[in-house]
């Protein structure tokens, strides 16, 4: 006879109901979502505290470098209010010296230019007049205008110039006019001869001598000109010597 499986038995257990209703439930369930929602605000909340306080501070910090950079220019203001006469006054100053500068660029010493041209006459010859002419309108004439100079068009034999002078000499004999115009290149300034040059007279009487030479840009006198850094070539010359 086969021996049977025992089968025990096992009467009552562990009671598993849950009388919660189902809302209560669905709040527990709930509940960690709400806590973390409730975080979440708390944090944003805090990060859009912490930006308003720093902009109310960048405001301030703004605010009072306005009204110190204010302050600044009105002191500046007050301070140029000060010395606004002083600067009128260099302003007039530097008008002034602009304004000799310019009235005087084209300034010739005519004094000067007659004891040099004195100084080149042949023995025996004397003057008889010497009249300077101006070839440019900014040249300053022997008496002061500069609206003058030559009109129409240029003479082909005729070098350029800024003005000129027309020497009329008187000699008892035929005087060595090759001679004179070769000291006459002494001048200063000096650009030429206009053609022609006339020697006029006869043996018994006197000979009349009409010369006209020019006069460049190195006649100026340039008493007020503006100081130049730039080396002279004499100076250039020296110091290539030198090396």
Known sequence: MSKQQVQELQLGGVPRANLLPASAREAIRRRPIVRRLVIGVIGVALVVALAV???TVYAFTAQASLQAERDRSNLLLAQQAEFAEARAIDAALTETTNSRIVATAAEIDWENLMAQIRG???????????????????????GGETDGGAEGEPEPLRQDSVASIRINATSPTVPDVQ?????????????????????VGSEGASYTVTIEFLLNEEAYLGRYAPETDEPTDESADASEEGE
Not at 120 to 142: I, M, N, Q, R
């Open 120 to 142: 080149t006459l042949p023995a025996g010859v004397l003057l008889v007049s010497v009249d300077g002419e101006l070839t440019t309108p900014d040249a300053v004439g022997p």
């Open 53 to 55: 306080a720093a902009v």
């Open 179 to 199: 001679a004179w115009l070769r000291d006459l290149e002494t001048v200063t300034g000096f650009a030429g001869i206009a053609p022609p040059t006339s020697v």
